[in-house]
Each structure stands twice: as structure tokens, then as C-alpha cells.
């Protein structure tokens, strides 16, 4: 009864592989994004979706792409990975992004990208 | 862009201390969240304040909301081994989709 999963928890790879990290939620959320924690433990947006729309796209490289099948789920798929790529990456979701209580973000467990 | 900064980015206190961590906007917020994330963990919601000036209690917990709404305090009263942790503020300017986590404290407890 997990509210926000991630799979995998690690990814170990080679610089260059192209790799998918997959996230699902079972709360019914209409917004979902995903966040990448560097080593000094910044947190930081990537993308954002509502129901399956692009609503946030920061500024992300092309290799980095987001995909939502629907609404309770949110895949990032990384080409051609970098070193500077490692990294902690947490999805999350809220009951919609525009503000106010409903805007309280769940976090998943997190999956930790190792390039080697 | 919005930045949203903590201080101090590192905090050591002698279990039963008190602890303070700051966090400043560089533009004005209509709201701002808090969350604690356990080492190896997840950031997880402790609250939110939206009023200017508005104060939250959660047990030995203090949050604070400027009267300018651009900055807020989380100050934690006789520290336990259980607040270890980083502790993050989260602003969003008005009408922005986006929320903006600031640079978080990292708080240890020595026993």
C-alpha cells in the first residue's frame, strides 16, 4: 500500500548507457514531478505533470525525458548518461500543483544513479 | 529566478539543545511548506503557513511566516536523536505552478 513507488531504488551504469527510472502513485494525484538531489543534497525540479500534461520543464538537458502514460504515473528516461548525472532522483506527487493544501508534495523512496 | 536560502547549512547540537534553521526568499511567497528528510530517506511534509506572519506549533516544532512573507523560521525546542535530519523550506511565488526547495540544514544531534 505503498503511496508513491520507484523502481528502481539503485541504478548502477556506464556513461553513455541510456537508462529509464519508473514511478507510480496510488493517491489519486493529479500532479506528479520529478526532482533531482545532487551530493550537497540541493533538491531541485525538473518536470512537472498534470494529468498527463507537461506543466514544469526547468531547464533540463534534451537527453533527460519524461513520460506519462496517465495520470498515476511518471517515467524519466536519461540518454546517453553523463557522470554529472549521479544523483538522487525523487518523484513525487500532489493532489495538484497551483497552491494551497492540495499542493503538499509525497515523495517516493528515491532512486540512486550511480555513472560510472 | 526565485532563489530560497537556508542558514546554516550545517547544524551541530548537543542533544536537549535548542536549533533554529532560516529560510529567505529572494521574492515575495504566497506560501511556504517544510520538510524533514531522514538520512538515506525522503523529504517528508511537516506543514505549511500561507498568512503573513502566521505561527505553527507541532509539539517541540515552531514554524514562523514573515510579515513580508519572504522569509521563515522552523525552530525545534530540547533537541532529540529523532530530529536528525536535513530540513528543507519550500516557497511558492504567486501564480508560479513551480515550488522552489531552498538549500536545507542539515542537523546532527550529538548525544
Known amino acids: 500500500d505503498t503511496a508513491v513507488s520507484q523502481t528502481p531504488k539503485y541504478l548502477v551504469t556506464q556513461m553513455g548507457n541510456d537508462k529509464s527510472i519508473k514511478c507510480e502513485q496510488n493517491?489519486?494525484?493529479?500532479?506528479m514531478y520529478w526532482y533531482k538531489q545532487d551530493s550537497k543534497k540541493f533538491l531541485k525540479i525538473m518536470f512537472s505533470?498534470?494529468?498527463?500534461?507537461?506543466?514544469i520543464n526547468e531547464t533540463v538537458p534534451n537527453r533527460f525525458s519524461p513520460k506519462s502514460p496517465d495520470k498515476a504515473h511518471l517515467n524519466l528516461h536519461i540518454n546517453s548518461l553523463e557522470l554529472g548525472d549521479s544523483a538522487v532522483y525523487f518523484c513525487?506527487?500532489?493532489?495538484?500543483?497551483?497552491?494551497?493544501?492540495?499542493?503538499?508534495?509525497?515523495f517516493g523512496p528515491g532512486t540512486r544513479l550511480t555513472v560510472l | 529566478g526565485q532563489q530560497v536560502m537556508q542558514i546554516p547549512q550545517y547544524q551541530h547540537v548537543q542533544e536537549g539543545e535548542d536549533f533554529t534553521t532560516y529560510c529567505n526568499s529572494s521574492?515575495?511567497?504566497?506560501?511556504i511548506q517544510w520538510y524533514k528528510q531522514r538520512p538515506g530517506g525522503h523529504p517528508v511534509f511537516l506543514i505549511q503557513?500561507?498568512?503573513?506572519?502566521e505561527v505553527k506549533k507541532q509539539k517541540r516544532l515552531t514554524f514562523q511566516f514573515g510579515e513580508a512573507k519572504k522569509n521563515s523560521s522552523l525552530h525545534i525546542t530540547a533537541t532529540q536523536t529523532t530530529d536528525v535530519g536535513t530540513y528543507f523550506c519550500?516557497?511558492?511565488?504567486?501564480?508560479?505552478?513551480?515550488?522552489?526547495f531552498g538549500t536545507g540544514t542539515r542537523l546532527t544531534i550529538i548525544p
Open positions: 521574492t515575495t511567497l504566497s506560501n
Open positions: 493517491l489519486g494525484h493529479d500532479t
Open positions: 519550500a516557497g511558492r511565488n504567486f501564480g508560479n505552478e513551480k515550488l522552489t
Open positions: 505533470y498534470n494529468n498527463k500534461e507537461l506543466i
Open positions: 513525487a506527487s500532489s493532489i495538484r500543483g497551483s497552491g494551497g493544501a492540495a499542493d503538499t508534495q509525497y
Open positions: 503557513l500561507v498568512k503573513s506572519g
